[in-house]
T-cell receptor, first 118, second 113 residues
Framework: GAVVSQHPSWVICKSGTSVKIECRSLDFQATTMFWYRQFPKQSLMLMATSNEGSKATYEQGVEKDKFLINHASLTLSTLTVTSAHPEDSSFYIC??????????????FGDGTRLSIL | DAKTTQPPSMDCAEGRAANLPCNHSTISGNEYVYWYRQIHSQGPQYIIHGLKNNETNEMASLIITEDRKSSTLILPHATLRDTAVYYCIAGAILTGGGNKLTFGTGTQLKVEL
């Protein structure tokens, strides 16, 4: 159990376009979802935390108008990178958390989305 | 969350035990020690966690010192597929979910023939 699916796994697009990344919890209801960004040879950096039906909480330095997060249901969260530029190229990873598994595994991670902006 | 310190890299021969240390000298009484690993270009994978007692599962063992200021993750028989970055994280379990994890730089474990 506790599978998190992320889509797409890889996307290349032109500078100035917007890109949407989906994160789904397939077999459990995720009370909280997290979005991370990882640059090459660096660790995961938390971008934002979102609870279903609420506005996301962004980490310091993350532009909320640039990275739009929607968590409309207990199984789906989306991250939209608006007007993407080459410096937004990165590996984006989502994770999901549930009360059901809180005492075993605090976050279940997707396999990430490799975003390349040309 | 308490800060953790890990060596940047370690090597291990295949079939041998890999012992990965972690220091968390400022850990609070309600914070667990979690271990995740990340194989290149994938999302992190949960390995094990513990509070005070040593823990073992099908993947690894976790040894926590009595004062809880450090711990060691043990992969009993490392294979080439265990080559990954291993992250040690200290964090509290929050009621209602939303357990925030702060990733440090981790240890790059390289398992070789």
């Amino acid at each position: 159990g506790a599978v998190v699916s992320q889509h797409p796994s890889w996307v290349i697009c032109k500078s100035g376009t917007s890109v949407k990344i989906e994160c789904r919890s397939l077999d459990f209801q995720a009370t909280t979802m997290f979005w991370y960004r990882q640059f090459p040879k660096q660790s995961l950096m938390l971008m934002a935390t979102s609870n279903e039906g609420s506005k996301a909480t962004y980490e310091q330095g993350v532009e909320k108008d640039k990275f739009l997060i929607n968590h409309a249901s207990l199984t789906l969260s989306t991250l939209t990178v608006t007007s993407a530029h080459p410096e937004d190229s990165s590996f984006y990873i989502c994770s999901a958390s549930s009360d059901r598994y809180a005492d075993r595994e605090p976050q279940h991670f997707g396999d990430g989305t490799r975003l390349s902006i040309l | 969350d308490a800060k953790t310190t890990q060596p940047p890299s370690m090597d291990c021969a295949e079939g041998r035990a890999a012992n990965l240390p972690c220091n968390h000298s400022t850990i609070s009484g309600n914070e667990y020690v979690y271990w995740y690993r990340q194989i290149h270009s994938q999302g992190p994978q949960y390995i094990i966690h513990g509070l005070k007692n040593n823990e073992t599962n099908e993947m690894a063992s976790l040894i926590i010192t009595e004062d809880r200021k450090s711990s060691t993750l043990i992969l009993p028989h490392a294979t080439l597929r265990d080559t990954a970055v291993y992250y040690c994280i200290a964090g509290a379990i929050l009621t209602g979910g939303g357990n925030k994890l702060t990733f440090g730089t981790g240890t790059q474990l390289k398992v070789e023939l």
